[in-house]
């Protein structure tokens, strides 16, 4: 059974920067793909990033790309996502997944393992 526990959410204002950090634990990090998920209050959850097991690729949200970029550290057992341009739009709950395909996958179907998530707050 995989752990996964995200860090380094908080309040920003509009146009800055925040990096987020997921920390695996209980299962082999480097075979997992990774993926980085949000939830804004009253909408469906939405794929930001994910990432394959050797970092050979990675794909993004078309709400994000060009100002997200997901990365993973296997030595740390950790996968990150820094965001840059906020906007007061990529507020939400982000979560880190866990997933044992072998490509960067978009659905959340496609992950077995989540974190509980933690808040982004981007103010106007």
């Known amino acids: 059974q995989v752990q996964l526990g995200e860090s380094g959410g908080g309040l920003v204002q509009a146009g800055g920067s925040l990096r987020l950090s997921c920390a695996a634990s209980?299962?082999?990090?480097?075979?997992?793909?990774m993926g980085w998920f949000r939830q804004a209050p009253g909408k469906e959850r939405e794929f930001v990033g994910g990432?394959?097991?050797?970092?050979?690729?990675?794909r993004y949200g078309d709400s994000v790309k060009g100002r997200f970029t997901i990365a993973r550290d296997n030595a740390r057992n950790t996968v990150y996502l820094q965001m840059n341009s906020l906007k007061p739009e990529d507020t939400a709950v982000y979560y880190c997944?866990?997933?044992?395909?072998?490509?960067?996958?978009?659905?959340?179907?496609?992950?077995?393992?989540w974190g509980q998530g933690t808040q982004v707050t981007v103010s106007s």
């Open positions: 997944a866990a997933g044992t395909l072998p490509y960067a996958a978009t659905q959340e179907r496609d992950y077995d393992f």
């Open positions: 990432i394959t097991r050797g970092s050979i690729n990675t």
């Open positions: 209980g299962g082999m990090f480097s075979t997992l793909a």
